[in-house]
């Protein structure tokens, strides 16, 4: 008794484009999740950093209330310093934590170590400081308003004019009270 089985071969030659054509679709998926998890692993990890930059600039501003700095004109360490009332003054910030007067809209990047961008840097700090802000109430009087903003670009970030524009950014707002540690002498 002979059977003819001819009609199978094609069957399973269909089945196997049809495994792997299936197992294509998953795999891309899969590539798909990585690329994006990565992506999303990067992102937090600039942003943590970014944090932590406001952190520090936040932490300067407090020394230097600490060092009795803000109580008089030293333009060396804070140009336009003291304060009007009610006046914010805005301040780029750098890694060695250098106060200089913010004269563009936005702040050179000039924090962050990274050897592949081209200054050196990958984020901006800027410290807006206001002396009695009208505009916030959770302040108390003959105090501080301090708002640290940290900006940096990714690969999804818009370049303008061949210029990558500064997207991201973490921002850190505290009230600090002005304190007069060393008395006056009388």
Same mark, same amino acid.
């Given at each position: 008794?002979?059977t003819?089985?001819?009609?199978?071969?094609?069957?399973?030659?269909?089945?196997?484009?049809?495994?792997?054509?299936?197992?294509?679709?998953?795999?891309?998926?899969?590539?798909?999740?990585?690329?994006?998890?990565?992506?999303?692993?990067? *992102?937090?990890?600039?942003?943590?950093?970014?944090?932590?930059?406001?952190?520090e600039?936040?932490?300067?501003?407090?020394?230097?209330?600490?060092?009795?700095?803000f109580?008089?004109?030293? $333009?060396?360490?804070?140009?336009? *310093?003291?304060?009007? !009332? %009610?006046?914010?003054?805005?301040?780029?910030?750098?890694?060695?934590?250098? *106060? !200089?007067?913010?004269?563009?809209?936005?702040?050179?990047?000039?924090? %962050?170590?990274?050897?592949?961008?081209?200054? %050196?840097?990958?984020?901006?700090?800027?410290?807006?400081?206001? *002396?009695?802000? $009208?505009?916030?109430?959770?302040?108390?009087? !003959?105090?501080?308003?301090?708002?640290?903003?940290?900006?940096?670009?990714?690969?999804?970030?818009?370049?303008?004019?061949?210029?990558?524009?500064?997207?991201?950014?973490?921002q850190?707002?505290?009230?600090?009270?002005?304190?007069?540690?060393?008395?006056?002498?009388?």
């Amino acid at each position: 008794m002979k059977t003819i089985i001819t009609s199978q071969k094609g069957q399973s030659l269909v089945e196997v484009l049809v495994a792997l054509s299936l197992a294509v679709v998953i795999s891309s998926g899969i590539a798909v999740l990585i690329v994006y998890g990565l992506s999303n692993a990067q *992102f937090s990890k600039s942003q943590s950093r970014a944090a932590q930059y406001a952190q520090e600039g936040m932490e300067t501003v407090r020394s230097l209330r600490d060092s009795n700095l803000f109580d008089s004109n030293h $333009p060396s360490i804070l140009p336009s *310093f003291p304060v009007t !009332n %009610g006046q914010p003054q805005s301040y780029c910030v750098d890694s060695t934590q250098k *106060f !200089n007067k913010k004269i563009s809209p936005v702040c050179p990047v000039n924090v %962050g170590p990274d050897a592949s961008a081209p200054n %050196g840097y990958d984020y901006a700090r800027e410290i807006d400081v206001t *002396f009695n802000d $009208p505009t916030v109430s959770s302040c108390a009087n !003959n105090s501080y308003h301090i708002i640290t903003t940290v900006n940096w670009a990714d690969g999804k970030c818009t370049a303008v004019s061949g210029v990558v524009q500064l997207c991201h950014a973490v921002q850190l707002e505290s009230c600090i009270d002005q304190l007069n540690l060393i008395p006056p002498t009388p």
